[in-house]
Structure formats: C-alpha cells, structure tokens
C-alpha cells in the first residue's frame, strides 16, 4: 500500500516570492512521482514527473520538484511566484510496477494563494 | 482536441435516486480511471478500466458501477444516491503504455445528494 501526505493544507505567500510546496510518501515498492495543479473549478493538469534518472525535475510554468529517496519526499518550488498560480497542488504516486496500470494515490492537496 | 469530457457539470440528486456520469476521451487512451475528490482528502479511485470490457475496483468503489463497452467511453453509475456520495467526480484516460505516463483529467462533475 501507498500513502502521501502534503505536510501544508494551505501556503499564503507574496507575489515574486519564492514557495515551496512539500510531499512525503510512504511505499514498500518503487514508485513513480507526480505533481498536479488544479485551478479552481477545472480538472487536473500535470506539471511534473518524477520516473527516474535525475533527482532534479523541471516541469511547467518555472516550477520544479527534487526527489529525495532517503527521505521519502518530492518538494515542489518555485523561485517566484505569480498571482496566476494560486491553485491547488496535488502530491500524487503510483507503483512503478507493470501491474499498476497508472493507477495514482494522491496527497490531501496543498492551496497555494499568491497575494500581491 | 476534445481529451476527455465529462456531463453533465452539476447535478442535485435526491437520496435514492440514480444517475449516470458520462465520460468519453478522444485520445485512443487504454486506460480510464473514476476519483471522487473531497475538501482536504485528495482524490480517491473509484473504479479504473485497462480496456474495452476490462474494469476493475479501486479504493473507494461502493455504491457505484461502471461499464466500458468502448474505448472511448466509460460512465460511472451512482445506484441509490447517499449524501456520502455528495462530491466532485473526475474522469481521466492514459495511454496505458507505462506506470509513468500521465493522467489527463475531465474538468470534472459537481455531485450534491439531498
């Protein structure tokens, strides 16, 4: 079994600022990573992934996110923030085996609000 | 391009009611996937499908019924409506060629039981 937990349900910070956004998981397989932004009254959209290689992922709009095996966590940051990414954040893994058919378990999600 | 697209956006329900969610993606995606999302509680797998004919139970799968006759299709039956399944439902489809490829989500249909 899978869990994640976003450690802040709610992050207000100042436009230009810089933010970061934290997820730990817990697994007893590999995993793969993921961070999904929602704006309000829209689906999820993905704005990063984490599969291998680089511990250091570059995703959409200047975000980025560092996975941290020992532990167990993928911080997402950005350098400064812009009003336009008030959202909600979503922390989510699946298992990296064959069987998993992509199946995601998702954090409790994390409302980023950029005040000016 | 359409990518999935789910109806109606709201609906109110009385309790013991039914209904049918529609979802339909024009990506060729094998797979598709049912969440319910909650204030504070993430989203939670409902049922999740690797083809046509092919579905199965994710976590949180009583009190509903799926059916994938199609690829493109896969809608999500609610029998006998509760104010538990008050919630907001996402549908999403993946190419299926790998654990690591990415989900894209409908925009999502606000449920209300009363």
């Known amino acids: 079994a899978q869990s994640v937990t976003q450690l802040d349900s709610q992050v207000p910070v100042f436009e230009e600022a810089p933010v970061e956004l934290r997820c730990n998981y817990s697994s007893s397989v590999s995993v793969y990573l993921f961070w999904y932004v929602q704006y309000p009254n829209q689906g999820l959209q993905l704005l990063l992934k984490?599969?291998?290689?680089?511990?250091l992922v570059k995703g959409i709009n200047g975000f980025e996110a560092e996975f941290n095996k020992s532990q167990t966590s993928f911080h997402l940051r950005k350098p400064s923030v812009h009003i336009s990414d008030t959202a909600e954040y979503f922390c989510a893994v699946s298992n990296a085996g064959g069987t998993s058919y992509g199946k995601l378990t998702f954090g409790q999600g994390t409302i980023l609000t950029v005040h000016p | 391009n359409a990518g999935v697209t789910q109806t109606p956006k709201f609906r109110i329900l009385k309790i013991g009611q039914s209904m049918t969610l529609q979802c339909t993606q024009d990506m060729n995606h094998n797979y598709m996937y049912w969440y319910r999302q909650d204030p504070g509680m993430g989203l939670k797998l409902i049922y999740y499908?690797?083809?046509?004919?092919?579905?199965d139970k994710g976590e949180v799968p009583n009190g509903y019924n799926v059916s994938r006759s199609t690829t493109e299709d896969f809608p999500l039956r609610l029998e006998l409506a509760a104010p538990s399944q008050t919630s907001v439902y996402f549908c999403?489809?993946?190419?299926?060629?790998?654990?690591?490829?990415?989900?894209?989500f409908g925009q999502g249909t606000r449920l209300t039981v009363v």
């Open positions: 499908s690797v083809g046509a004919g092919i579905t």
């Open positions: 984490y599969l291998s290689g680089s511990t």
């Open positions: 999403a489809s993946s190419p299926g060629q790998g654990a690591g490829t990415e989900a894209f």
